[in-house]
């Protein structure tokens, strides 16, 4: 009786070998056919890096780090004054995802092809020479580079430079890393 059970557990074993192997094959073949819609993704990567950065703009805002109000891209449109309560911080971090979706998209269209983090990062250095020492002065919504202080140009820097590393480096790291759609054995 123990040399059947031993016999049916060992034939189980192997049926479940094939089993797995099957799952596996199935699972290979969809991995190659998975293709990532790439300006779907590129606007999920911006709206979260404008979620993600839009608060931290916010708590740099409230920690003192910045002058700049968290509704920044908002401020031709409403008043300062406004901006500053709660709501008003709600659409200047809504404004700046939508801000955030538009330069994803921006990106994948003129820099998707380049590989690594460097890209992002000069990415994020042109939209802070453009918010803060180009547009947003000639349009108002930021301060002179002389009144703004070394606190907020420093800090909004440092915001905008992660801010496209996060962008850069997401949509590079989507649509150059080949290994991952290649069959479980290949390497």
């Known amino acids: 009786m123990a040399a059947t059970g031993a016999k049916a557990f060992g034939k189980g074993t192997k049926d479940s070998k094939q089993n797995n192997a099957r799952q596996s094959g199935q699972k290979e073949r969809q991995g190659a056919e998975h293709h990532t819609n790439p300006w779907l993704f590129s606007s999920m990567i911006g709206f979260f890096a404008g979620l993600v950065w839009g608060i931290t703009r916010w708590l740099f805002y409230e920690l003192k780090f910045t002058v700049e109000l968290p509704g920044l891209i908002a401020d031709p449109f409403f008043r300062a004054s406004y901006l500053k309560t709660g709501w008003g911080i709600v659409v200047g971090?809504?404004?700046?995802?939508?801000?955030?979706?538009?330069?994803?998209?921006?990106?994948?269209?003129?820099?998707?092809?380049?590989?690594?983090?460097?890209?992002?990062?000069?990415?994020?250095?042109?939209?802070?020479?453009?918010?803060?020492?180009?547009?947003?002065?000639?349009?108002?919504?930021?301060?002179?580079?002389?009144?703004a202080g070394w606190n907020t140009l420093f800090s909004e820097l440092c915001i905008f430079l992660l801010w496209g590393l996060f962008i850069g480096y997401s949509i590079a790291f989507e649509f150059t890393d080949e290994a991952s759609r290649e069959p479980v054995g290949a390497h």
């Open 93 to 147: 971090i809504a404004c700046y995802i939508v801000f955030s979706i538009i330069a994803a998209l921006l990106y994948k269209a003129l820099l998707g092809k380049l590989r690594g983090p460097w890209p992002g990062v000069f990415y994020g250095l042109g939209w802070w020479v453009v918010m803060f020492l180009i547009l947003g002065p000639t349009i108002g919504f930021s301060r002179q580079i002389t009144v």
